[in-house]
DNA sequence: TAGGCCATCTGGTCCT
DNA sequence: AGGACCAGATGGCCTA
């Protein structure tokens, strides 16, 4: 049973939520007074119910990027070598915050309270640097070194100047990181300008994605798209595995209608599988809020598009000549389906649309080429702001004209939103 | 209301 | 001294 200790005071409510919050946090405090977890009652509830802020929550980018960078490293080692060890550094890397992450929660102590320290106002920073240079009598090892300057009204507002500035460039760093993320989701197997990806999982995606253009070059041939798609949804939440599944469904439905170079028609067997991993069930499909040209959700969220299913991604006989036309049209946005007003929660609908990712019998190499190497296909992207050399993503391959169905307008409009 | 994601501010560290 | 980068803290917004 872990313990965890009282190291400061802040009652905010949401600090207190995250404190309590096992897998995130680590109280750095030495000497503390250490609480059995889970709280319980008595006294011991109501001191985690006073208790204080985190210390720390994980740094997004920080821990993601040592998630994909072991892997890049890796990728690229056997990419140069032709040869890989083994593959399973998915398995590896990911997962919650680890407490060896956490190790250096002792050192970062010592900044923390530094931190927090001089985390008040400026008058009182000068009040104690003024008091320092009072208590010269000492002889403890932080009161050698450098003099202090004494901080007058000019150094004062200089300084605010420099923390401005700072701050404007700090603000224009994170804006450019967002941006070059920005241009990491449109390049990644599932992009849409309503429907963003959040950032860890956009990273997630790359370097899955990367992991599985590099088993391709690896093994020199395409794999199937089962285990294509499983190695590209490796980790991501299970929204986030929807979307994809459900983006890479319709973007091989496009390919179905078109000519490939060498003139031969996409091949679409009869037979048909399900990724059951990866069924998700829309939890809103029979809600009172499953109304044709809903927009409630149609806005950014992480986990607003959780359900996003797209008509490819549906079942078997939603591809078939016989597929009646009512049902056309439902499409899944940020988890409202634009369904018709009968069709919504109803049992057949449910049935019918029970939102596993349901493979149709694609190419797993056609499959692999759309999503993973034909980006040749696409041509340019016309109007990216992003200045990086990347190819442009495949949702922007064009459907041939008699693909174009009201659904795929529908789907265009929102991929193109 | 809990929890996730995000932008912003901030001070520390390293480097030029 | 100042810029880049990092990471902790904080509060807003949103969904379930």
New binding site residues.
């Given amino acids: 049973m872990p313990h965890y200790c009282i190291w400061?005071r802040?009652s905010?409510?949401?600090?207190q939520?995250?404190w309590?919050?096992p897998h995130?946090l680590k109280c750095p405090c030495r000497s503390g007074v250490d609480l059995d977890w889970p709280p319980g009652d008595g006294e011991n509830k109501r001191a985690f119910a006073s208790h204080?802020?985190?210390?720390?929550?994980?740094?997004?980018?920080?821990r993601l990027?040592s998630e994909v960078l072991p892997d890049v490293q890796k990728l690229s080692g056997w990419v140069e070598n032709s040869e890989v060890e083994d593959s399973k550094t998915n398995e590896e890397d990911l997962g919650p915050l680890q407490d060896d992450d956490?190790d250096?929660?002792d050192a970062?102590e010592?900044?923390?309270r530094?931190?927090?320290?001089?985390?008040?106002d400026?008058d009182d920073?000068v009040d104690d640097e003024d008091c320092g240079d009072e208590n010269e009598g000492g002889d403890t090892a932080e009161k050698r070194g450098p003099k202090k300057?004494k901080m007058t009204p000019a150094r004062i507002e200089?300084s605010k100047v420099?923390?401005?500035?700072?701050?404007?460039?700090?603000?224009?760093?994170?804006?450019?990181?967002?941006s070059a993320?920005d241009n990491l989701r449109k390049v990644v197997p599932c992009y849409s300008k309503t429907q963003?990806?959040?950032?860890?999982?956009?990273l997630r995606l790359a370097k899955n994605y990367i992991w599985a253009l590099g088993e391709i070059l690896r093994n020199g041939k395409r794999p199937d798209v089962v285990s294509y798609v499983q190695t590209l949804c490796k980790g991501l939440?299970q929204p986030t595995t929807n979307l994809v599944a459900g983006c890479l469904q319709l973007n091989s439905r496009k390919f179905l209608t078109e000519q490939w170079p060498d003139g031969a028609r996409f091949h679409v067997s009869n037979s048909s599988f399900s990724v059951h991993p990866y069924s998700y069930q829309c939890?809103?499909l029979s809600s009172p809020q499953c109304q044709p040209g809903s927009s409630?959700?149609m806005?950014t969220?992480?986990?607003?598009y959780?359900?996003a299913v797209y008509p490819g991604a549906i079942s078997p006989e939603y591809n078939s000549p016989d597929y009646g036309g009512h049902h056309s049209s439902p499409v899944c946005v940020?988890?409202n389906f634009s369904v018709s007003q009968q069709e919504c929660g109803s049992p057949d609908t449910d049935r019918n649309y029970h939102y596993a990712m349901h493979y149709t019998g694609l190419s797993a190499s056609r499959a692999t080429a759309v999503h993973g190497l034909a980006f040749g296909t696409s041509g340019a992207r016309s109007g990216s702001a992003h200045s990086e050399n990347v190819p442009p993503p495949f949702h922007d391959v064009h459907l041939s004209h008699h693909d174009r169905t009201p659904v795929y307008e529908e789907l265009n409009a929102l991929f193109h939103n």
């Fill in positions: 400061g802040d905010t409510a949401k600090k939520r995250a309590l919050q995130l204080p802020a985190p210390r720390r929550r994980a740094t997004m980018l920080t990027f956490l250096d929660g970062r010592g900044r923390s530094d931190q927090s320290e001089m985390a008040g400026d920073d300057r200089r420099r923390r401005q500035k700072a701050n404007a460039r700090e603000r224009t760093r994170m804006h450019d990181l967002n993320l963003k990806l959040s950032k860890i999982e956009t939440s939890p809103r409630r959700h806005r969220h992480n986990y607003g959780g359900d940020n988890g």
